[in-house]
């Protein structure tokens, strides 16, 4: 499948679902949710929806998902980033991840070589090709990012993205 066909299989199942997220908002009938809206989860999900179908509007020009975005930025980012540990920070199967990583090299836009540090992992690199699409990525990342928080304040952004940071660490702290 290209990868082209498959952002595009993605991008249908994400609309599929703001569909249905718009249904389990109300907007379809008007149902009452006010308590259901007074709960982070249902919000969170709803606003994931729609921050997906936002970027992939906004990255189009890239051809770019947002799983793709993050593997870029990570690697570029980081001088030695493994396989195994890219899966585990964007919460990925690693055979999932393979997947996307090998496409990604067959596109000439990653390298993978084993470890000097350990023979049986795999590490990750950008190829020039890769560094020019992240340095690409990043400058759209950029003005997605002030898209998605204008509707806040300067100080109600960096709050948000705190919170979001904390909420995060409490997860990972309470999960063994």
């Known amino acids: 499948m290209r990868k082209s066909e498959q952002l595009q299989m993605e991008r249908s199942a994400n609309s599929g679902a703001r569909r249905d997220a718009e249904r389990e908002?109300?907007?379809a009938r008007g149902l009452d949710l006010n308590a259901l809206k007074q709960t982070p989860g249902?919000?969170?999900r709803i606003l994931q929806l729609q921050n997906f179908e936002a970027f992939?509007?906004?990255f189009e020009s890239l051809d770019l998902s947002p799983v793709e975005y993050s593997i870029l930025?990570?690697?570029?980012d980081n001088k030695t980033v493994t396989q195994s540990e890219l899966a585990a920070v964007l919460k990925m199967q690693l055979p999932n991840l393979v997947k996307i990583l090998s496409r990604m090299e067959d596109d000439g836009i990653l390298k993978r070589k084993r470890s000097a540090r350990d023979k049986r992992a795999v590490e990750l690199s950008l190829s020039a090709a890769g560094q020019k699409r992240a340095d690409e990525a990043s400058r759209l990342g950029q003005t997605f990012i002030a898209h998605t928080l204008a509707p806040?304040?300067?100080?109600?952004?960096t709050a948000f993205i705190d919170m979001l940071a904390r909420l995060v660490e409490g997860y990972r702290r309470a999960t063994p």
């Open 25 to 27: 908002s109300g907007s």
């Open 42 to 44: 249902f919000m969170i």
């Open 56 to 58: 992939y509007r906004h």
């Open 73 to 76: 930025v990570t690697v570029r």
């Open 152 to 157: 806040l304040s300067k100080a109600e952004q």
